[in-house]
């Protein structure tokens, strides 16, 4: 799958059902279901940054996404600094995302399973994670 709008290359299976797809000249999402039962999916976000970087990663932005808490960190995703951030989202599933920038638009990449299939879905987001690479 491949996408100029969102910027993102990856290597997707025939059988995920795509969930939503958006995209506007500056900004885009796309989603796609792994499983349905349980609920296991996988997403990309791009949308221009209204203001500093850090107002997206800080505890007034993310607190209301994970009202049970969230951890927070500094790694690489896909060749680009990041911030990784697991945590309860509202759904009740665990969530992982990664939030980067090219200073011009901010990136997620959200990787989301109930909590008892976190380790089932593991090798699907593992090979997912391997695939991912960022377009110009």
């Not at 009202?67 to 600094?81: E, L, M, N, V």
Request: aromatic share 12%; charged share 25%; no cysteine.
């Amino acid at each position: 799958y491949q996408t100029r709008i969102v910027k993102v290359h990856l290597r997707i299976r025939a059988d995920w059902l795509m969930m939503v797809i958006k995209e506007k000249r500056e900004s885009g999402t796309v989603s796609f279901t792994l499983t349905r039962h349980p609920l296991i999916t996988f997403s990309v976000d791009r949308e221009p940054i209204q203001g500093n970087f850090d107002l997206y990663i800080s505890s007034p932005s993310l607190t209301p996404l994970y009202p049970t808490g969230y951890k927070r960190s500094i790694t690489g995703f896909a060749g680009r600094k990041a911030y990784l951030i697991r945590g309860k989202a509202e759904d009740g599933r665990m969530d992982e995302s990664y939030l980067s920038t090219d200073r011009h638009s901010m990136y997620q990449v959200s990787f989301s399973a109930p909590e008892e299939n976190w380790k089932d879905a593991a090798p699907q987001f593992s090979a997912l994670k391997e695939t991912l690479r960022w377009l110009p």
